[in-house]
Each structure stands twice: as C-alpha cells, then as structure tokens.
C-alpha cells in the first residue's frame, strides 16, 4: 500500500525564513536548503530572501535542467498544501524548456573570442599611445581607450557570472578574473554576490541593492522613511544631508556617474577583507593587486601630472557611460518596498526592467543588456541569443497582459532624469522637515 503524502500549509512554510532554518518549495516539494545555503555557488542571500515561499520559477531561471537531480538530498518528506501554479508562470516554464530543447543555453557563440580580441587590442593601443606618443590629445585619447576597454570586460564579467562564457569553468575563472579583478579592478565575487541579490529581489527598495544609493540618489520618496537595506545590513537614514543631496539628484546624477567606479573599488575591497565567507579570496585579491600595480605603473608613465590626471579622468568619464546603462534598465521602473516573492516571479521580472531600443549593430555597446526583460526571465542565456527570442517574450507578456517596456537610449535617459527630479523634488517638500544642516539652509533660503 502506497504511503500517504504528508503536507504543510503556506502558513507553515513560512515560518522556515530564518538563517539556521530555511526550507523552500519547488513544484510543490518542500526542501530544506539550510546547510546547502553555506555551499550554493549562489551564495546564501538568494536563499534566504526566497526563503519560506515557492522558489520554482526561479530555480528554473537560474540553473540548467542537470540540477534538478541534486534536489531530492534536500528533500523534507513534506508537499505544499493547495500547491497551485499560475498561468503565466506556466507558459514561462514552458519557454524555459523550449529553448533548452533548442540547445540556446549551451550555444555561447563567440562572443567572448571577438570581445578579448577586441580588449586586447584597446589595451595595446592605449599603451602603446602612453609609452609611444608625446601628444596631449593623444595620451586623452589613450585614456578613453581605456576607458572602453574597462566596458568590454565589464560585460565579459557580466556574462561569466551567468553561464559559462569560456569551454570549461577553469577556463571560465580564468576569464572573470582576468577582466574583471585584473583588467577593470573590480572584484568578480563582489559582482556576483550583488549582482545575484539584484535580479532576485528586482526593484525591492529595501532588497535589491541596485537602487540603494542613499544619501546621493534615490529613485522613490519611500526612501524618506529611512527604510533598512536588508543587502547591506544598515539603515539608509534620509537625514538632513541626504536631503541635500537628493534635492539636486537630477542635476548631479551624469557628473556622478562619471566616478561611480571609485564606489566598486571601495564595495570590492570591503567585502574581500570583511568576515564575509569570499570563495577563493586569495584569487580575488592577488587580481586586484595585478590591477592596482599595472594601472598606476602606466599612469606614472606620462610625462606629467596634468597629463595623468586627464589620463584618468578621460578613462572614469568613459566608463560612467556603463554605469549609466545599468541605470536606465531599472530606475524609470516599477519599485516595491518588502522581500521578493517567488509567486509573481514573471511579472515582478517584467515589471522592473526596461529595454533599450537600438539596432543590432548596436549590441556590443549595450553588452546585450539593452534586451533587460529577456536577461532577467533568462539570466543563463549568452547574450548572442536575446535578439532572437525578443519576439517570443514580447509576445507572452502580451497575452497575460504583462508590461514589455522599451524606449531608445535617449528617451531611456530623459525617463531616468524624469523619475529623478520627480523625487528631488518631493525632497524639497518642507513640509515634511528632516534635521537639517547650514548648506541646506543657505541654499534653500528665498527672500
């Protein structure tokens, strides 16, 4: 006689959301995930902030149909009372396994060959203009050379983060370290831990660490209850100097963006010597040293200190352009306040993100995050791949009614600065006052 299952309630499922007690649901199965989470390549925050609810469309988004037989060591014993899917998750799914069947996941293209190529090009004519030329203009030059370069790598470690860029996952290490901590000084596993939290927990203010930009931008007035980060364990207070800030964001945002860097060396450096536990640590911080020796040795190669502040300046300002791009994709876009919810996993994707129109001769600018929506629902396809199933998800948001947006790279900025001074200037409301501080008198004194 066949043995009776045995069910728990959502009630009860939810009360295992705690470090040192986390159980998930994956069609319908419950898991216990706790001591996996000290493991998941993942790292432990997407488990947690799934925690407690069903995870399937997730799991489906993030890992290859392989993993599914490592599920049942985790295993309960337990099935979900009134377990039910809905509609758009269904038809979701279904298009996971069909482009499966079609091989998409595992066909990279070449991408990754021409983008090397391409870097290794950038960076000798960079250094051959330092060490070469005596031109002005040309070491300038030289700089925005640079700064392209540190581009084309940030999307190579971008996409080795998600799948498997290179023939095996050495040789896939290899790369993300390379471009990432070596090339560009940005440590891969700081990437990866907050980029993963990101799509996650997409547009959560208090989640997704995307939109934690407290005291200089934010992109909500719900920020101005002081809400806590549950990413970076602290509370973002809008006090009387982020008011300030905030109150002219719109206008400070480009010149901001132009030095965003300087924030991921710092964010790299503090999780690398954090008590943090860092996967292979050694490998992260002896590639941050190859780039703060080899960089600092070029710019000393200039002939004098005007020459190598432009040097790096022209180098930053280029490289704002990228941080710009990631900020059109989300900040014009839908935003909630609380955990993410794996119940809404399609449309919380859809409805956070924002595509950026431009012709195909135009992917290599975009790193082929300019299709935001299909990255998000597919985050392990190359990205040789997102033009072509386009159609396909543009026209299963049509049917559940779902939001597809898009807009061109110019209207994409003007949305940005629109959500941005829309919040500057519900900071300048006084009506509801905040501490404030001299600057912030002086310059909003009228009469």
């Known amino acids: 006689m066949a043995e009776s299952r045995k069910y728990i309630s959502k009630a009860e499922l939810e009360t295992h959301k705690k470090p040192g007690d986390l159980w998930i649901s ?95 090009f950038l960076f000798c004519i960079s250094v051959y203009g330092v060490l070469c030329c005596e031109s002005v203009w040309v070491h300038l030059f030289s700089g925005g050379l640079m700064g392209f370069l540190w581009i084309q790598s940030g999307w190579i470690g971008h996409d080795s983060g998600h799948y498997v860029v290179m023939s095996n996952k050495k040789f896939n290490r290899f790369t993300q370290i390379l471009t990432g901590n070596c090339l560009a000084g940005i440590s891969i596993g700081w990437w990866k831990w907050n980029h993963n939290a990101h799509h996650i927990a997409c547009n959560s203010l208090d989640y997704d660490p995307d939109l934690q930009h407290m005291p200089f931008f934010v992109v909500s007035s719900k920020f101005f209850r002081s809400l806590t ?165 543009k026209e299963l948001c049509k049917k559940h009614k779902l939001p597809y947006n898009s807009a061109s790279f110019w209207k994409a900025n003007a949305m940005t600065l629109k959500t941005l001074k829309t919040a500057a200037l519900q900071a300048r409301d006084l009506t509801n006052p905040v501490p404030k501080n001299l600057v912030w008198e002086a310059v909003n004194t009228h009469g």
Request: hydrophobic share 40%.
């Open 26 to 120: 994956i069609q319908g199965k419950i898991y216990d995930v706790t001591e996996w989470s000290k493991e998941h390549p993942g790292g432990s925050l997407p488990l947690l902030n799934l925690a407690g609810q069903d995870a399937t469309d997730a799991f489906v988004a993030y890992h290859p149909t392989s993993a599914w037989q490592y599920l049942d060591k985790f295993f309960t014993g337990y099935y979900l009372k009134d377990y039910s899917v809905s509609e758009a998750s269904k038809d979701y799914r279904k298009l996971v396994a069909e482009f499966s069947k079609m091989g998409l996941f595992e066909k990279k293209g070449h991408v990754t060959c021409i983008s090397l190529c391409f870097i290794t």
């Open 229 to 393: 980060s549950c990413f970076y364990e602290r509370k973002m207070n809008f006090d009387s100097v982020s008011r300030f800030l905030v109150s002219y964001q719109h206008l400070t945002f480009y010149p901001v963006m132009c030095f965003a860097r300087i924030n991921l060396f710092a964010q790299s450096f503090i999780l690398l010597f954090s008590k943090r536990n860092v996967p292979n640590r050694g490998q992260e911080i002896l590639g941050l040293l190859v780039y703060w020796i080899w960089y600092p040795l070029l710019v000393s190669c200039l002939p004098s200190w005007g020459e190598r502040v432009i040097f790096v300046l022209a180098s930053f300002v280029v490289t704002g352009i990228q941080h710009i791009q990631f900020c059109l994709n989300h900040f014009s876009s839908n935003v909630y306040v609380g955990p993410p919810s794996g119940n809404d996993w399609f449309e919380k994707q859809t409805g956070g993100t924002l595509n950026i129109l431009c012709s195909s001769w135009m992917d290599w600018f975009h790193g082929g995050l300019q299709f935001q929506v299909e990255h998000h629902l597919f985050p392990r396809l190359p990205r040789c791949h997102l033009r072509k199933i386009s159609p396909f998800v």
